[in-house]
């Protein structure tokens, strides 16, 4: 079986300051890792995804999220975090089949 | 674009009613899913539908059913709410298994009094 904690539950950061969201995983097999966004009110949007190669995976505006294995987890950052980061981040694993595996999320809020 | 579609967007029921939330998406996925969200606790897996025609029990299905009517559209029934299916629920789909996108809808806040 697997699973995924999330170690923070709150993240609270000032604007333009980095951040890191941290995220360790429990698995047998080799699984697919994912990170989801959820802004208020709305459902999850896929914001990166690992599934072989680089272990260094990126998003479009600006986070990034790097698989170790040795260590069994995908720790998201972002150097600059902007106002508009304010969310829920949700860490996810797939071993493959149809059941993806949901962390309990971590709140993101940016200050300025 | 819908992408996939929920409704109703919010309901109270009383304990022991019945209802039924509803998903459809245009994407012509394969696979559709129902998770629930609870503070603190991430999303569960209720029911899913790999492929029409077929449905199968996720993590926490008691208390609840499912009707994959066609490609598009997949149902979930609470027979006989209690408070303890106060949530929201979000249906999803997805093209495959394993390492594919899945697309959420906005999501069903459900209380149950």
């Known amino acids: 079986a697997q699973s995924v904690t999330q170690l923070d539950s709150q993240v609270p950061v000032f604007e333009e300051a980095p951040v890191e969201l941290r995220c360790n995983y429990s698995?047998?097999?080799?699984?697919?890792l994912f990170w989801y966004v959820q802004y208020p009110n709305q459902g999850l949007q896929l914001l990166l995804k690992y599934l072989s190669g680089s272990t260094l995976v990126e998003s479009i505006n600006g986070f990034e999220a790097e698989f170790n294995k040795s260590q069994t987890s995908f720790h998201l950052r972002k150097p600059s975090v902007h106002i508009s980061d304010t969310a829920e981040y949700f860490c996810a694993v797939n071993p493959g089949g149809f059941k993806t595996i949901f962390g309990a999320g971590t709140r993101l809020f940016v200050k300025a | 674009n819908a992408g996939v579609t929920q409704t109703p967007k919010f309901q109270v029921l009383k304990t022991g009613q019945s209802m039924t939330l509803q998903c459809a998406q245009d994407m012509n996925h394969n696979s559709m899913y129902w998770y629930r969200q609870d503070p603190g606790m991430g999303l569960r897996l209720i029911y899913y539908?790999?492929?029409?025609?077929?449905?199968d029990k996720g993590e926490v299905p008691n208390g609840y059913n499912v009707s994959r009517l066609n490609k598009r559209e997949f149902s979930l029934r609470l027979e006989s709410a209690a408070p303890s299916q106060t949530s929201v629920y979000f249906c999803a789909s997805s093209d495959a298994r394993g390492g594919t996108e899945a697309f959420f809808g906005q999501g069903t806040r459900l209380t149950v009094v």
């Open positions: 539908s790999a492929s029409e025609g077929t449905t």
């Open positions: 698995s047998s097999v080799s699984v697919y």
